[in-house]
């Protein structure tokens, strides 16, 4: 088989693309490698240090318990958001009004932005004037997110689920409708059991989907700031203090540039691998069928 | 370009990638690549998989590196050299 490509000017077409991508992407990750090894002072003077800001962070309390917080708050919320998602997607009306009305409920919270969720969830968890937070000290829970470690934790967590199980439901919803019928009354005439259905039929067929809302929820949840930044500011202590926000506290907090750039690059690896693991996954999926 | 911060060493950091991406455009137009299946796990992969792999973990083997040792940064990339020769060669 002869695999020699005869004509190549489609190429050119990729040009324009290529030099946005240059201009927005390649461009200020260029720079942010040239200052992660250099002691920046201002825009005229910077001092090259080598690798000194990788071997102060990665020995750095700070960066390594934003990492498990991160990495804790992630598996949290794939482990909540996923299953949950694909409940409420089994729940939902197939056809009629209903199901419209429960699609544009669902895709409500999604158009909300981040800050205004943020400030949302802080007035709603307060103890004195939020509807949540009253009414958990009123039937005697001892809540508040602004002074325990835990009911932070878990304020920042029904926060990311309310505002992110849409995503995965609306997503898993669109997998389950293009299942063709056929499957279906396949498994009524064998007479299997809801489960049966839910474990041999629908979920194989949600696989594609699962992965790319998986991937969407990690990503997105990996780099999480605005929310709990304006709901706890990181707080109690540094209890909900999640990479992002470590990073900007370095970069604008102290002007640290040289660190907090070899901060963002470390960061920036752990995104690609994850990225570049679930889209192997995906790829070696769809070769296996 | 000043404000980039240029530095001799990231700029032939940045070269030494440039002259990766040229020298694998130019093998693949000589000789296109063909999926196959080395000792990385699952995968089949191209050459330009295995060229990502190799850097991707080269930026690991240096990270682990300066987080573990105070010997200088030239061992890890000797380690990363052999590493990224293996995964072109039998990935």
């Known amino acids: ?289 | 370009m000043g404000w980039m911060a240029w530095s001799s060493v990231t700029a032939i950091f940045f070269l030494g990638i440039a002259a990766i991406l040229i020298c694998m455009t130019i093998w693949e137009i000589k000789s296109p690549t063909v999926e196959r299946k080395g000792f990385l796990p699952i995968i089949a992969t191209t050459r330009g998989d295995r060229v990502f792999i190799g850097l991707l973990g080269s930026a690991y083997i240096h990270l682990a590196f300066l987080a573990v040792s105070e010997q200088s940064v030239w061992i890890a990339f000797g380690i990363s050299i052999v590493w990224f020769v293996s995964v072109i060669r039998w990935g």
């Open chain 1, 1 to 289: 088989m002869n695999l020699k490509v005869k004509n190549n000017k489609a190429w050119f077409l990729v040009l324009p693309v290529l030099l946005i991508v240059a201009f927005s992407a390649v461009v200020p990750l260029m720079t942010v490698v040239n200052y992660s090894v250099q002691d920046i002072f201002d825009q005229n003077s910077a001092v090259f240090v080598g690798t000194e800001w990788y071997r102060e962070l990665l020995n750095d309390p700070r960066l390594q318990d934003s990492l498990v917080r991160q990495f804790t708050f992630s598996s949290a919320v794939l482990l909540i958001e996923i299953p949950l998602g694909i409940l409420v997607a089994l729940m939902m009306p197939t056809k009629g009004k209903m199901a419209s009305l429960c699609l544009v409920v669902l895709a409500m919270p999604l158009l909300i932005p981040w800050n205004v969720v943020g400030t949302i969830w802080q007035i709603f968890g307060r103890a004195d004037i939020g509807l949540m937070g009253a009414f958990l000290n009123g039937i005697g829970i001892d809540y508040n997110y602004a002074a325990n470690p835990v009911d932070a934790w878990f304020t920042v967590l029904l926060m990311d689920v309310w505002h992110w199980t849409s995503l995965v439901a609306l997503l898993c919803y669109s997998g389950l409708r293009s299942i063709p019928d056929a499957y279906y009354q396949a498994a009524k005439i064998d007479r299997a059991s809801a489960w049966s259905v839910f474990r041999y039929i629908q979920l194989p067929k949600l696989q594609s989907v699962l992965v790319i809302a998986v991937l969407l929820r990690f990503m997105d949840s990996f780099m999480i700031y605005a929310e709990p930044f304006v709901l706890t500011g990181g707080g109690p202590g540094n209890s909900t203090t999640f990479l992002s926000q470590t990073l900007t506290k370095m970069a604008i907090g102290q002007f640290d540039l040289g660190p907090a750039a070899a901060f963002s690059l470390i960061y920036f690896l752990i995104v690609l691998l994850v990225s570049w693991l679930f889209f192997t996954t995906i790829t070696h999926l769809d070769n296996k069928r």
